[in-house]
């Protein structure tokens, strides 16, 4: 998802910030888009593995509900590696998910 398309490069976090004060902006190692480059596209398994760090993160936080505002392709990269059936995230669709932290012994 990331690479050569501009559509995929995320604003300056600072210019977020100021666009939506009441929300929380936290994490970002950069105001800039640190992942974003014109000449390589990310395959799935790297989106994956993104998806993944992500998710870990997610669980790691102290909040009880987080919400998530992505692009369809990283929801459905998400939905994969939950274990999700395979589904297209239609574009602005809202999907509601509850997903837990399990542990396997």
Known sequence: MLGIHTCDQRRKISEKRLQYPQLEFCGFESDED???TPNYRESDAE??????????TIFNLPAK?????SHSVFGASLLRVIGHRAYTIGTAEFLPLLIEKTTTI
């Open 47 to 56: 989106i994956d593995s993104r998806a993944t760090k992500f998710l870990d």
């Open 34 to 36: 640190l992942l974003w």
């Open 65 to 69: 509900n987080v919400g998530v505002v």
